[in-house]
């Protein structure tokens, strides 16, 4: 039953958190549009985990990756709103203040990242501590350094493709290069970050 307040929570603040793209993109958004769109993801969460702790109980990882992915749906669209509500307010959509906003939405995301995935995805047992999080914080930078290379050589390289607005394309860039983070982060949060300790460390611990 946690499980599914905790992924109905989350999609309560994904249903918020999409609006500001949404507006940016060119969506009107109205009393009715924003009614549908937080209920609809507080409805929509839990069903799909249900589905997914379904099919668990023939892949058990698919679990763990499950609520991660949850977790990631929010980071995703929580970084999306910090991009794109200073978008607004600055009217920049590419350049050397876009790789900057970029930093700055990601960072809030993935510090929101760390708390989730902590003691929800992972479940670690491990008490928080200095030295695990200068290693999450480093394999989150790598991340990072991945999330920017990408989404900057889309957006500021290529350019916007087949007349698409800059506005989206900045959008799009910043969607793929999320794909290709969010792979390095689950491998990098699970096996080396919030791994399980193994029989010898918790005999260790005991003594």
Same mark, same amino acid.
């Not at 839990?46 to 099919?55: D, E, N």
């Not at 499950?66 to 350049?95: D, E, M, P, Q």
């Given at each position: 039953?946690?499980?599914? /307040? $905790?992924?109905? /929570? &989350? ?17 009107? &958004? ?8 937080? &209920? ?6 839990? $069903? ?14 698919? +679990? ?11 980071? @995703?669209? /929580? ?5 794109? $509500?200073?978008?607004?307010? @600055?009217?920049?959509? +590419?350049? $050397? ?7 700055? =939405? ?6 929101? =990242?760390?708390?989730? !995935? ?7 047992? @491990? ?5 695990? #999080?200068? +290693? ?8 990072? /350094?991945?999330? !920017? ?17 800059? &506005?989206?394309?900045?959008?799009? =860039? ?15 949060? +699970? #096996? ?16």
């Amino acid at each position: 039953m946690k499980d599914y /307040l $905790l992924v109905s /929570l &989350i999609g309560f603040l994904v249903g918020w958190l999409i609006l500001p793209t949404a507006f940016n993109l060119g969506l009107k &958004i109205n009393p009715t549009l924003i009614l549908l769109s937080v &209920i609809g993801f507080s409805a929509l969460a839990p $069903l799909v985990l249900a589905v997914v702790f379904y099919f668990s109980r023939f892949w058990p990882g698919l +679990r763990q990756f499950g609520k991660f992915c949850a977790v990631g749906v929010l980071n @995703t669209f /929580l970084g999306f709103s910090v991009l794109n $509500l200073l978008i607004h307010f @600055t009217g920049i959509t +590419r350049g $050397l203040y876009y790789s900057l906003f970029l930093v700055l =939405s990601f960072m809030v995301s993935v510090t929101n =990242s760390y708390f989730w !995935n902590k003691f929800w995805s992972f479940q670690s047992q @491990t008490a928080t501590s200095p030295s695990e #999080f200068s +290693r999450f914080l480093l394999f989150t930078f790598i991340g990072l /350094l991945i999330n !920017n290379a990408v989404a900057s050589f889309l957006n500021n390289v290529i350019g916007p493709l087949g007349g698409i607005k800059p &506005i989206v394309w900045a959008n799009v =860039s910043a969607f793929f290069a999320i794909a290709f983070s969010f792979l390095w982060n689950f491998f990098s949060y +699970r #096996f080396w970050i919030f791994k399980k300790p193994q029989p010898q460390d918790k005999q260790q611990q005991i003594k």
